[in-house]
């Protein structure tokens, strides 16, 4: 049927429409998706774009941080712009939301620019119009302030892997308390604790050149495990510890802690390393600095003085007031146990004590650290208080003969205070070895350990800037009037901007593998002798100047005991000595093969005899030999071979006490007893049978218990046996009446010219005459003579002749029931001249110079060297110069590959802001073929970048691998007091992205 023209038209009509519709919406369409293409074209465009600000963010903040690495080393908190200005926990989205306004004064006419500068502190405003705002914003987070989750790794030793579990309960704890100062309860710290410080953890790490083993590859892995613990903490409170924690910062290889721990007090500390990451002081948070502060113990070695008695000598004439014996002493060394930061709240509150300090200047070195410990926290508030430690330190203070009332209480407070420094300095002091005042702590890294538990007890060291490592995030963003943020991309990395090349062992400053080190007047501690093949130290060390060691002229005897670097020490015939039992306990000890050597006595600086080198008081050490020749019966001063003149002549030594002079800690400094082998028999007189080796002289130099030196110098014509059975001639008047050249016994009389009018004198310089400190050198020259009756002994110390309190006693009657007054209450006296110690068999506690029931037994406590004897009584000796007025150390650094020069630092004690002892530091920049590039000198100015170690700039020179920086250091000694210097570091900048992703 054929359709009609209407519906045909209408048929048309709709096909027409349904392709216009079908045109329509392919238009639309088209249209659409060519809106969405350029939609999503300048989408991907400005994703290019804010990832391209968000780089040049990453290069702004490199760049800045550079700069601030190239000129100083450490960091102000007041004065850092690139640290992020909200706590860490803010996401760098939300700083610039209207949840975080961007400056204090908006709607005040405040740019947008500055608006972003003060919300972000650091940024970027890369394109700025009416409509739209390109820039990028960074968080830089330096993550020495967070505890670094792979820190503690425990070195090995020539090839063997080290003991890693100790270091792991270290950092264990560490983080555990990190976690209860952000909120968690303790059953929550520990389960995180444990979750993330494996305690098993055991790499099998054997090649220090090899890098450092890791616990965790990043914080995402980190997130993982922390999201997958049944916490009951808050999200809040979770996300402040996270923020705390990283898995990169600066670790240290050059750290240590002591192993083989043992309790008694004669153990010598033996180390390894133990590379660990340090926290920045300057910017660290409350519950970072807190929980490394938090269970600090340690068990340093004291010396208890509590079981003293004395009693005036009440013998013989005395001027200048009484002269006191000691009738018992028993000083002995302990371990104590020392809970210095026990809990939370004592941990906090040192924490509160940096934070307020730093808010006024920065910690810039460890001077400036030690000073603060010293001078701002209390014994009694921040730190523990011990009364029945201060009693047996200085016992019985308040007796009118004891000097310094106070000292049991200033050598806890110091005691305290340096179980700190030892902590938190990575410079190790060995204080075994008697150092110099200047590098000496009570407490060293060997002392930080339980007493209980023998554990290790130390956390982590602190620097004073970033050692260089960084969390970056930048937020390249792209926004607009209308439509707000437009496009944002967020890069996170962890970015290292130096090397650090250090010299702080002594094996690092006796490094000759590159480049030898130049000595000058010093040298390294705490004993290098290349003679005898001794090798440096890994773990501890620093540079001192040598003491100066002279032979003057027409000496007697003079020691070899301290010499320079070049020459070989000897001791008085090749052995030290030292008695175990009485009789026949005398036994001969070797140098040793090493400082640490059990033996061994002999250090740089001269002999070292200490009551805390035996574990029985009785096993004194010290040097020995005769004081007469052979064959010779009581030697003029003439005599060939003599060590010690018998009737008049000088002595002279240098000596460096542990403890100052006003301890109640006994001094053996030297002794001698000359024994006549054929004493003269008076038939006249003698009531019993003539006895070798019964007459002679002897005398003893001595610091005692009340501070005072003390010389005392006496003729005996009776002692005692083995068995104390009395030998000798029983003289009733004077004494040494025996005519040498005529062999016959004269008439006891005066005008024949007789030695000994007075057998026994004594001469005591007062403590407050003396008042030495310890680990100070004090020159001390005593003479004597008996050819003059009239003549005392008379003692000089450090140049200036002393006013002595003087005992005589003589053979007026009455003052002694004859004839103890020649009678020496000891058993079988030897022939000998002993340096740094001596050893008495007693008889009579009654009578004598010492009345002790038991045998005496002292240590020098101190160090002796430059001993020398003379035959004539006021022999003019060199004095003041203990070291030699010019010292100086020279070492390289050779740059590894090509990068730029930041800053170089040291830690010398004590600085120069001190006016005294200081050093100076000069560096030269060579390049490969030895012409030198550049020089560069420590400022003089203390406001200065540079001074005193806080980081001398070097201009930001540029340097290719091979290049050397040569560094000298002077050393300026004020008087007989020393600078140390303690570690030497370079700072070079080379950029390394230790992990780099895009977030967003």
Known sequence: MLLSSKKHKAIALMTTIGVLLVLSTTGVTFVRLSIMERQSSQNYTDKVATRLYAFAGLDHAIAVLIEEASEKGFNDIQDVPWRFPHDESVDIREAMSENFPLDPGQGTGVSIEEGIALAIRYSGLLKESDFTLDSYSLKIIDTSTQINLNSHIALPQSGVPGNQQPSNVTLNRIVRNLAVNCGFSGVDATTIADALIDVNFAPFYTDITQPLPRRWQSMEDVLSVINSLPLSVSTVDEQRFINRITTDSWVDDRTSRAININPNTDAIPTFVGEARSPININLASREVLSSVLQGLQAAPVIIDNSAIVRQSSNEGSVSSGDIFDETNIESLPVRITLNLIPDKAAADAIADQIISFRALRPFKNWNGLYKFIDGQLTVGVELPLDADIIERLHPNPTSPEITDQNLGTTIWEQICRDALKANFNPNNVDNRFNPNNNAFLRVTKGDLFSNTTLQGSHTTEFSFSSMGVYEITSLGQMAHANLGIVAQTIIESNVSIMEILQHTTQRDFEDTTLVSPSFSNTTSFPAVIKNLNWQPEEHVGRIEPEVRSTTPAGALFTSNFAVSRAGTPTLPNSSSQRFLTFPGGLQDMSIGTNIRDPQNNIVNDGIFSDIRQVSDPAQLRYHSVPAMPAGVVRGENTTAGAQISYYQGTMEFWVKLTESSNTQLGSALVSATFINPNPPYNPEEGDLTNQANSEGVQFYIFKNTLGELRFSRLYFCITFDESQNPIGTHFTTNADGWDIPNDVWQPQRLANGFRFPIPRQDVVVRANDLNWEAHTWHHIVVSWSNIN?????????????????????????????????????????????????????????????????????????????????????????????????????????????????????????????????????????????????????????????????????????NVEEGFQVEYTVDFNKSGNDVPVLDDVQLRIIRVAFLEIKEVL
């Open 789 to 957: 009756p009239d003549t005392p002994l008379q003692i000089t110390i450090d140049g200036e002749e002393k006013e002595t309190a003087i005992q005589n006693i003589d053979f007026t009657p009455g003052n002694l029931d004859d004839p103890e007054f020649c009678l020496l209450n000891e058993r079988a006296p030897r022939d000998c001249f002993n340096i740094g110690g001596f050893f008495r068999p007693q008889v009579d506690a009654a009578r004598g110079l010492f009345k002790f029931a038991n045998n005496v037994h002292f240590s020098a406590n101190g160090t002796i060297s430059n001993i020398r004897t003379f035959a004539n009584p006021g022999t003019v000796v060199e004095l003041n110069n203990r070291f030699e007025n010019t010292a100086s150390f020279t070492h390289t650094f050779v740059i590894p590959r090509k990068s730029s020069l930041g800053t170089l630092h040291w830690s010398s004690y004590p600085d120069k802001s001190d006016n005294g002892a200081s050093v100076n530091v000069t560096t030269t920049i060579k390049n490969a073929a030895g012409n030198t590039v550049a020089n560069f000198t420590e400022p003089t100015d203390i406001d200065t970048a540079g001074f005193d170690g806080d980081g001398l700039p070097m201009d930001s020179t």
